[in-house]
Every structure is written in C-alpha cells, then in structure tokens.
C-alpha cells in the first residue's frame, strides 16, 4: 500500500523516520504537523485529494519531469 502513496511524501516521510529523533514529544508532533501540512498543500496532495474525491486512482507526476 505504501508504493502506491505520493512519492514526494513517501520519501520525506522515510527520511524524517530515520532522521535523529527531535528531544521531546512536542517537537516530534510539530515536526510531522510541519511535514503533513507542507505535503498536503503542495502539488502532489492536491492531486491525491482530488484522486480520491473522483474516485480515481492518482495521477503522480516525479519532480524531476516538472
């Protein structure tokens, strides 16, 4: 199920999990709040929201081709 995720989130996501661990809870949760709200408003979870209200399957487009 996880390859089939945003690709761009997906890898932030694995660097943040094997990243230093942040000092306490507090800054743990800002850190993911930080990570979520960026990747949920940029292109890609536009497109993953937009997917999954039509009902679809997401179109992922690699930076790299942008």
Known sequence: MLALGAPNALAATKQM???QR???MGE???QM?????KHFAGEEGQEGMR??????????VPDVLK
Not at 33 to 37: C, D, N, T, V
Request: proline share 12%.
């Open 17 to 19: 999990l094997t990243s």
């Open 22 to 24: 942040p000092p306490n």
């Open 28 to 30: 743990a949760f800002a």
């Open 33 to 37: 709040l930080e990570l979520s709200a």
């Open 51 to 60: 997917a999954f209200a039509e009902k679809r399957k997401p179109a992922w």
